[in-house]
């Protein structure tokens, strides 16, 4: 648990750092033009660390469910070779998922007024035909975030469903878990909450 917390720690202030610190020089020089080499970067940083984030969450999760449901087995199975080749695994998959997704996104004009690229504002901007990176962004959603999303509730609904047998156990269980679904819940909403606005109102970012 504490090993992907430290690397959860250590990906947070990667995230934060890659928007954060290119706001904060462009409101200090008033420039708020950003190149196509910076943008595909920060594209790339910002789809590697949160595609990341998503498989650790659901790692952890996965953990919960073998610490409260097998807690013998827990030492056996979340051994720190197993740890260590499931971050290198998430780490792996972060950059093959944001190389498309930047890759396929890489026809841009020389110029964005935005301190933040984005893939949807990026492709508002585009003259072309942009239907073959929708459906690229869905299919990626439904497999990626689907299977993610999937995995977590089912750990979850096994851990509920083995809560009901002892009042103390389960009060331990619930102090274990509730930290985690709030990360998940608060990094879902948020994501979902950017993504979901109508765009007149995202094209003021």
């Excluded at 998940?184 to 765009?199: A, D, N």
Aim: neutral net charge; charged residues 10%; contains cysteine.
């Amino acid at each position: 648990m504490y090993f992907f917390l430290r690397n959860l720690s250590i990906l947070g202030m990667c995230f934060i750092s890659i928007t954060v610190t290119n706001a904060c020089v462009n409101s200090l020089t008033g420039n708020r033009a950003i190149s196509v080499g910076g943008c595909a970067t920060q594209i790339f940083l910002v789809i590697f660390c949160a595609c990341v984030e998503l498989l650790f969450l659901t790692i952890m999760a996965w953990g919960r469910y073998v610490a409260i449901c097998q807690p013998l087995q827990y030492p056996i199975i979340m051994n720190p070779w197993f740890c260590v080749h499931m971050t290198l695994a998430s780490l792996l998959s972060g950059l093959v998922y944001a190389g498309v997704h930047t890759g396929n996104a890489f026809w841009l004009p020389n110029v964005v007024h935005q301190f933040f690229c984005d893939i949807h504002s990026l492709l508002r901007l585009s003259c072309s035909d942009t239907n073959s990176n929708m459906v690229l962004i869905l299919v990626c959603i439904i497999v990626v975030d689907g299977g993610c999303f999937h995995i977590r509730l089912k750990s979850y609904v096994c851990i509920f469903s083995v809560l009901k047998f002892s009042t103390k156990e389960s009060c331990e269980a619930i102090n274990t878990c509730t930290p985690h679904i709030l990360v998940v819940s608060i990094f879902l909403s948020s994501g979902t909450g950017v993504y979901l606005r109508p765009s007149v109102t995202s094209d003021t970012l």
